[in-house]
């Protein structure tokens, strides 16, 4: 049964500084990798999604990595901002399309 | 992107009395419906996964009785939270699978649902 582990599970930050959000997973026949946003109350904002046969990933500031054989993912945010601050997630599926399963999630706060 | 629309946003009921839960897929043909619910700071688990037409599969420890799943046609699923308690309050959040794109994922914007 794949288990998905974030650490840490809280982090605070001040502004500016670049943020590193760890993702580990047991079972690395994984299909793809996403990463996820979620702000208090809201839903789930897709981010970036890794296949298993990339190394990473780039949106603007966001850049994720991914090492299937040691079953972890990195998600590093340049420069932070306060309007960072959210929980993020990670999620892998089995197959595509198949159900996703979530890790428990980063709480960032980013103090101005 | 992909939009999808969860109604309501948020329902407020009292013990014992059920609730549905509208998904629709505004923009796209969604032949398979995962839904999730989110304790309070706790992670997204999978409840159910259902298919256009065939009855749904429930993850173990969900009652199938208890969370009726219905998934008539390629845009809408309703997911109905019979005899509700206070344990069931939690954000639920549908996600449909895109036919023509399944590597990606799109979420609902999530119902809060606080039972009395």
């Known amino acids: ?112 | 992107g992909a939009v999808v629309s969860q109604h309501p946003s948020w329902v407020i009921c009292k013990s014992g009395t059920s609730v549905k839960i509208e998904c629709r897929s505004l923009d796209f043909q969604a032949t398979t419906m995962f839904w999730y619910r989110q304790f309070p700071k706790q992670s997204l688990m999978l409840m159910a996964t259902s298919n256009e037409g065939s009855k749904a599969t429930y993850e173990q420890g969900v009652e199938k009785d208890k969370f009726l799943i219905n998934h008539a046609s390629l845009t809408l699923s309703t997911l109905t939270v019979t005899s509700a308690h206070p344990e069931d309050s939690s954000f639920y959040i549908c996600s449909p699978l895109r036919a023509s794109d399944t590597d990606t994922q799109y979420f609902g914007p999530g119902t809060r649902l606080t039972v009395l």
């Open chain 1, 1 to 112: 049964k794949q288990e998905v582990t974030q650490i840490p599970a809280a982090l605070s930050v001040p502004e500016g500084e670049n943020l590193v959000l760890n993702c580990s997973f047991t079972d690395s026949a994984i299909y793809n990798l996403q990463w996820f946003r979620q702000d208090p109350g809201k839903g789930l904002t897709s981010l970036l999604l890794i296949q298993s046969s990339q190394r990473e990933q780039t949106s603007g500031r966001l850049n994720a990595s991914l090492d299937k054989s040691s079953g972890r993912s990195t998600l590093y945010i340049a420069a932070s901002q306060p309007g960072d601050s959210a929980t993020y997630l990670c999620a892998v599926p089995v197959a595509a399309g198949n159900k996703l399963t979530f890790g428990g999630g980063t709480r960032v706060l980013v103090k101005p």
